[in-house]
């Protein structure tokens, strides 16, 4: 298949393991320059070194994007990956918890915490991201 990205950028987050490994490698094998990102640098770079071992282009970033400031160095760390450009964002990051909402046993904290996890962390990407995309009209 050939989605027309060859040596384009993108950034998957949550892309250390999982569902998120699997669409690295899929843009990898399109020929795009993929970020690997995980909560710790650690967590990344295997996946970026089995795009690279496969004859991809891959970089790995870290940072926990739950956080105002860990979201900071993550898109910092993949805008210096990728010379200041990435074409492509895919906010794969989130989780969720076993359990029922609406069990009495489930305080506000874990509400927070997959709120900050699945949508909070993806907001505060676009937010950082978009920018230098729609300067350059691609993304």
């Known amino acids: 298949m050939d989605l027309g990205i060859s040596g384009k950028t993108v950034l998957v987050t949550g892309s250390s393991r999982g569902t998120g490994e699997a ?3 899929g843009f990898a094998a399109e020929g795009a320059h993929v970020l690997v990102h995980g909560l710790a640098l650690d967590d990344a770079e295997p996946v970026a070194a089995a795009i690279v071992e496969a004859g991809g282009k891959a970089s790995a970033i870290g940072g ?6 860990g979201s900071e160095t993550a898109a910092d760390d993949a805008l210096a990956a990728a010379e ?10 989130g989780t969720g918890e076993r359990g029922f909402w609406f069990d009495a046993k489930t305080g506000s904290d874990a509400w927070i915490d997959v709120y900050q996890k699945n949508v909070l962390s993806a907001m505060r990407m676009i937010r950082k991201l978009t920018p230098q995309m729609k300067a350059r009209g691609w993304g």
């Open 84 to 93: 200041g450009r990435i074409d492509i964002l895919i906010n794969n990051y």
């Open 64 to 69: 926990d994007i739950t956080t105002e400031a």
């Open 23 to 25: 669409i690295a490698h």
